[in-house]
T-cell receptor, first 109, second 115 residues
Framework: GIQVEQSPPDLILQEGANSTLRCNFS?????LQWFHQNPWGQLINLFY???GTKQNGRLSATTVATERYSLLYISSSQTTDSGVYFC???????????FGKGTRLHILP | EAQVTQNPRYLITVTGKKLTVTCSQN?????MSWYRQDPGLGLRQIYY???????DKGDVPEGYKVSRKEKRNFPLILESPSPNQTSLYFC??????????????FGPGTRLTVT
């Protein structure tokens, strides 16, 4: 069936380190978004990126639609980057949106 | 300020007592949806609506109802809540451009406990 898989499930890093989070998806997509859920539960839109590369400050994302994956890069991590990162995918076949189970990132001071 | 609002933010109720969680957006978005978030399962879509009077089931619609009588409002109704509906609920609204872009914006969440 349709799947969205994120890796790694958990990541602990020292402040200042770089990280790469991955989202694999099983079918062609209309849309793909990356979200950050902060420790207070708030979901924050990071990138809308069904294909190509985007950058916003220390964060950047790349989606290779033909190979069915997306990567989120976080450079020079800060403690405020802690939380859970989700990718959400809208597949071509219908209008449902499927979330991955997330990557929990913990940045140590 | 563009926003998605949900009410209530926290609710503790008993099994079988009907409840409604309201969701409202002021961005004139056409697409709205409801999700539940459970530990280890991520966010799962309950229902979504492409426009007024158009609603469709997501992945986990059992035990829920929705309505879309106006573009700005998309209430989630639990006719007879059960303990397995204890969860964190998010409402989202989205705008689809002519090119097919769909960006979602989330409400603050509603934490529901059913005893």
């Amino acid at each position: 069936g349709i799947q969205v898989e994120q890796s790694p499930p958990d990541l602990i890093l020292q402040e200042g380190a770089n990280s790469t989070l991955r989202c694999n998806f099983s079918d062609s997509v209309n849309n793909l978004q990356w979200f950050h859920q902060n420790p207070w539960g708030q979901l924050i839109n990071l990138f809308y990126i069904p294909s190509g590369t985007k950058q916003n400050g220390r964060l950047s994302a790349t989606t290779v639609a033909t190979e069915r994956y997306s990567l989120l890069y976080i450079s020079s991590s800060q403690t405020t980057d802690s939380g859970v990162y989700f990718c959400a995918v809208e597949f071509n076949r219908d209008d449902k949106i499927i979330f991955g189970k997330g990557t929990r990132l913990h940045i140590l001071p | 300020e563009a926003q998605v609002t949900q009410n209530p933010r926290y609710l503790i109720t008993v099994t079988g007592k009907k409840l409604t969680v309201t969701c409202s957006q002021n961005m004139n978005h056409e697409y709205m949806s409801w999700y539940r978030q459970d530990p280890g399962l991520g966010l799962r879509q309950i229902y979504y609506s492409m426009n007024v009077e158009v609603t469709d089931k997501g992945d986990v619609p059992e035990g829920y109802k929705v309505s879309r009588k106006e573009k700005r409002n998309f209430p989630l109704i639990l006719e007879s809540p059960s303990p397995n509906q204890t969860s964190l609920y998010f409402c989202a609204s989205s705008f689809r451009t002519s090119g097919g872009d769909l960006e979602q914006y989330f409400g603050p969440g509603t934490r529901l406990t059913v005893t």
